[in-house]
């Protein structure tokens, strides 16, 4: 049987994943026997374990009702259960976006919100942390009938008035498409759920893999959600067309504006013609049939401005049907093998390369510090040895005069140590003034403030000066940020410059910092929200104004997102600049109060000078295996970063 690759490579990037999580859970036992931990590390170590053990890989299908998405999941990776997992039928089938993930934390479930969320202007993501609203069924994955019979339940869909329809913004009475579906005792049919999480320990499901399944492209325009924040998100989209149907206008649109568009111009977006199979004809040729399918190709490329060969013609339902009956020959014509081979060498070495790039300066960073740390501790010892030794054969009057050079020297750094308390109390002035512009609390006031300037404006110009208006004092905000972000990174850098000229700390220049990446963010939201005005929203059939404070809802959502991440960076920030002058203040102190401690001793002759020396000598030597071992779990984890997979070593060969 023809392997299938994309599998295989999330398996090898999975084992990869792991790989690397067992080599830091290693330097942190290490660093915890040696007594070399401490909570600010520790945090950071669990943060990056908790990153790597969360990581998800998404992929997203997006198409006009009835192109087989549905059916093409199955294929591609549900094909093992021997059926047809997820509905799949003539006309509209999936009614709600239906993500299908395994978070070990909840049951083997269905978790469904109902489609009467849609009256509040709340958005599924904020949904997700209130589980009493969702309703669950929970199903049995050893029972294949159990699990299809649950699944079918998103397709569910009910009658309500037209009046209703209209309030969840499923129904526009004005809009000559919407009044075709309104039935003769004034009712419309519309979906019972807004949104369904299948939650089942499938084994891609378990390694992190999240699979989006939408309904028909009127999904696209009623959810924001999806446009704003799903799609940009997920690492690859398929988009499907179908090989009997052509191209339609709203398929165009949909591609140039939410999936090939410049505004998310990135990897992992891939087009698909589904249902070759409608084109295989016994009385034609092989090659007439290939001829046939090459002449749609190119239809649907240059409607999508694309090459041909960036469409990958398939057959879903052959695909199906060959892997479960395990027909070789069928697979290799549905050509469902040659679109898993395009998708994971689109998905999974550029999700590799940003794993790792994440993971590596971080883990080099904490790698470093514990260096640094015992290097300090070495070079302590070494100079309380160079003292000791120099006292061999000295008299009395000799040590104490050692006792009060070391007491001055103590002294000294003691007043450093006034200077260094005075510091960090400006620092936190100067953190508290940055908080103020980039906190969340300022945030949300100015989130609130947009909000009930665009409910009092009844039209789209009020709307679009309330929204103009959030974006520029955002802007304006982390520009400030960026000023003082630079002031507090100046005063840094003068105080540890100080502090090694005067006490012999080591010198280092604090990190850079800068709140462009989140200018960024907030301009692609911005843009996003422009386009939504200018273009999207002449497309869209529903009420307009519902679907624009909705539209701003999820937007907020998005930036209070931004800000979140902002807020957790910078703060990482702020404790990366000071923690090292920190600690070194810690240790530099410790020492100098260890000098004085083994003089004393020495002094009043409860220790012999000998005895001493031989001690520390002993401490060296501890610490110099423990940099030994440092040295090779460093290279471990290493090893583990660079190590590649046969089976993806092969893919780039
Ligand atoms: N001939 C043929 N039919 C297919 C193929 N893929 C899907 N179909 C059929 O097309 C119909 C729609 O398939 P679905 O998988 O439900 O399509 P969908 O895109 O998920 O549709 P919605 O859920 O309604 O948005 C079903 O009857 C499938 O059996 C294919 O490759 N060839
Ligand atoms: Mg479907």
């Not at 976006?97 to 978790?111: I, M, N, R, V, W």
């Not at 105080?495 to 090694?500: D, G, T």
Request: charged letters at 30%.
């Amino acid at each position: 049987m023809t392997q299938n690759t994309l599998v295989d490579e999330f398996a090898a990037y999975s084992l990869w994943r792991k790989g690397l999580v067992d080599a830091l859970c290693d330097y942190r036992t290490w660093l915890n026997e040696q007594e070399l931990n401490d909570s600010q590390t520790d945090l950071r170590i669990q943060q990056l374990l908790d990153r790597l053990r969360d990581d998800k890989l998404n992929v997203a299908f997006v198409a006009e009702f009835s192109r087989g998405k549905s059916e093409l999941i199955n294929a591609i990776f549900f094909a093992d259960y021997g059926h047809r997992l997820l509905p799949s039928s003539a006309g509209r089938t999936t009614m709600c976006p239906t993500e299908l993930l395994y978070d070990e934390g909840k049951p083997t479930s269905l978790q469904l919100l109902p489609i009467e969320t849609r009256a509040t202007d709340v958005t599924t993501t904020e949904y997700k942390r209130y589980p009493e609203e969702w309703t669950v069924f929970e199903f049995d994955v050893g029972s294949s009938d159990n699990m299809v019979t649950a699944f079918k339940e998103v397709s569910r869909t009910k009658r309500v008035p037209a009046e209703e329809a209209a309030r969840y913004g499923l129904f526009d009475p004005d809009d000559p498409g919407d009044a075709i579906n309104l039935n003769p005792d004034n009712t419309v049919e519309i979906p019972c759920w807004r949104y369904a999480i299948i939650n089942f320990p499938h084994p891609l499901l378990e390694q992190g893999l999240v699979i989006l399944d939408t309904p028909g492209l009127n999904a696209i325009g009623t959810e924001p959600e999806l446009t704003l924040n799903m799609l940009p998100n997920a690492h690859a989209i398929l988009f499907i067309l179908a090989a009997d149907t052509g191209v339609t206008k709203s398929e165009i649109d949909v591609w140039r504006h939410y999936i090939s568009g410049a505004r998310w111009k990135q990897k992992g977006r891939l087009a698909v013609l589904n249902k070759i199979d409608g084109l295989w004809d016994e009385l034609k040729s092989d090659a007439e049939v290939q001829r046939e399918i090459d002449k749609q190709l190119a239809t649907s490329a240059e409607l999508l401005g694309l090459q041909p060969d960036q469409i990958f013609p398939v057959s879903a339902h052959k695909g199906l049907l060959a892997k479960v009956n395990k027909d070789e020959a069928l697979l290799r014509k549905s050509r469902l093998p040659e679109l898993e081979e395009a998708l994971s060498s689109e998905l999974i070495p550029s999700k590799k390369e940003i794993v790792r790039d994440n993971t590596q300066n971080e883990i080099e960073d904490l790698i470093n510090n514990s260096s640094l740390l015992l290097e300090a501790r070495l070079q302590g010892l070494a100079e309380q040895l160079e003292e000791l030794r120099g006292l061999r054969g000295k008299n009395e009057d000799v040590v104490e005069h050692m006792m009060n050079k070391v007491k001055i020297d103590k002294e000294n750094f003691e007043k450093g140590l006034q200077r260094f308390q005075a510091l960090r109390s400006v620092f936190s002035q100067q953190t508290n003034n940055l908080f103020t512009y980039l906190g969340m609390e300022a945030l949300k006031a100015e989130v609130v403030k947009t909000r009930e300037a665009m409910v009092n404006s009844n039209f789209t110009k009020g709307m679009r000066n309330a929204m103009d208006a959030f974006f520029t004092e955002l802007k304006a905000r982390l520009v400030q940020s960026d000023s003082q972000i630079n002031e507090i990174k100046s005063m840094m850098d003068a105080m540890y410059k100080k502090f090694s000229e005067e006490h012999g700390l080591r010198q280092t220049t604090p990190p850079a910092f800068s709140t462009l990446r989140y200018q960024k963010e907030l301009a692609k939201l911005e843009r996003a929200y422009k386009e939504h005005f200018d273009t999207a929203f002449n497309m869209l059939t529903n009420e307009k104004m519902t679907l624009t404070t909705k539209f701003f809802e999820t937007l907020a959502s998005r930036v209070i997102n931004v800000y979140e991440v902002a807020n957790r960076d910078v703060e990482n920030w702020l404790k990366a600049v000071i923690a090292p002058m920190e600690s070194q203040v810690r240790e530099h102190q410790l020492q100098l109060r260890r000098r004085l401690e083994s003089i004393k001793r020495i002094y009043k002759s409860t220790d012999t000078l000998e005895e001493r020396i031989a001690e520390l000598e002993g401490m060296e030597r501890s610490i110099q295996a423990q940099m030994q071992d440092l040295m090779v779990l460093r290279q471990h984890i290493r090893n583990a970063l660079d190590f590649e997979h046969p089976a993806q070593a092969r893919q780039v060969a």
